[in-house]
């Protein structure tokens, strides 16, 4: 069994700041690509960021210059810094990841169950 979990999530006030996690544990021969997806109440789930095993990374416009993604391969953990936040950051932030399990011929994606993240004065 293959499992993502989040932590870190809370309530903060406007341009605060606020770092999640994200680990994967169990049966797990590698991970490629991971990454973090938001769902606001009323809307869709939307992408924040990527990255790569080797360390590239993508971001939505909205978070630009304002959150940071990374990972650290040997603990099969990845990272969200979020920074500035603002009020339409509120949303419930999920972790991402293509694992291949051991013993598996095939990726598979997993999800973790979500962090609330909560920006209000």
């Known amino acids: 069994q293959v499992q993502l979990v989040e932590s870190g999530g809370g309530l903060v006030q406007p341009g605060g700041s606020l770092r999640l996690s994200c680990a994967a544990s169990?049966?797990?021969?590698?991970?490629?690509?991971m990454g973090w997806y938001r769902q606001a109440p009323g809307k869709e789930r939307e992408l924040v960021a990527t990255?790569?095993?080797?360390?590239?990374?993508t971001y939505t416009d909205s978070v630009k210059g304002r959150f940071t993604i990374s990972r650290d391969n040997a603990k099969n953990t990845e990272y969200l810094q979020m920074n500035s936040l603002k009020p339409e950051d509120t949303a419930v932030y999920y972790c991402?990841?293509?694992?291949?399990?051991?013993?598996?011929?095939?990726?598979?994606?997993?999800w973790g169950p979500g962090t609330q993240v909560t920006v209000s004065s």
């Open positions: 991402n990841a293509a694992i291949l399990p051991r013993g598996s011929l095939y990726l598979n994606n997993y």
């Open positions: 169990g049966s797990i021969f590698s991970i490629n690509a």
């Open positions: 990255i790569t095993k080797g360390g590239a990374t």
